[in-house]
């Protein structure tokens, strides 16, 4: 059973930074990746970033990087995404979420789903 837990959202003013949280309970689920999405209001659900779960690779959308950092605490479980340098634009409702053998940027290959949360930028 896969389960996973995002937390950290909240109200930020833009150049500001936030730290999310994914609690990643994973069983016996074959992991290619973890990835971050977000959505804002009236918008598709977008790729951020993503992390290769053996292999430790990185990935980021454009728009995000230099900006936005992957971590990953095994002992905890955790996976992070690191916010710095907040823009309005960058308000959305942020969501982890794993997939097994596929595309890391590709949303509808990613088959378990956190639920989401809430990151407001101020400007």
């Known amino acids: 059973q896969v389960q996973l837990v995002e937390t950290g959202g909240g109200l930020v003013q833009a150049g500001g930074s936030l730290r999310l949280s994914c609690a990643a309970s994973?069983?016996?689920?074959?992991?290619?990746?973890l990835g971050w999405f977000r959505q804002a209001p009236g918008k598709e659900r977008e790729f951020v970033g993503a992390?290769?779960?053996?292999?430790?690779?990185?990935y980021y959308a454009d728009s995000v990087k230099g900006r936005f950092t992957i971590s990953r605490d095994d002992a905890k479980s955790m996976v992070y995404l690191q916010m710095n340098i907040l823009k309005p634009e960058d308000a959305a409702d942020y969501y982890c979420?794993?997939?097994?053998?596929?595309?890391?940027?590709?949303?509808?290959?990613?088959?378990?789903w956190g639920q989401g949360t809430q990151v407001t930028v101020s400007s």
């Open positions: 979420a794993v997939e097994s053998g596929g595309y890391f940027w590709r949303k509808d290959d990613y088959d378990y």
């Open positions: 994973i069983g016996t689920f074959s992991v290619t990746h």
């Open positions: 992390i290769d779960w053996e292999g430790r690779r990185k």
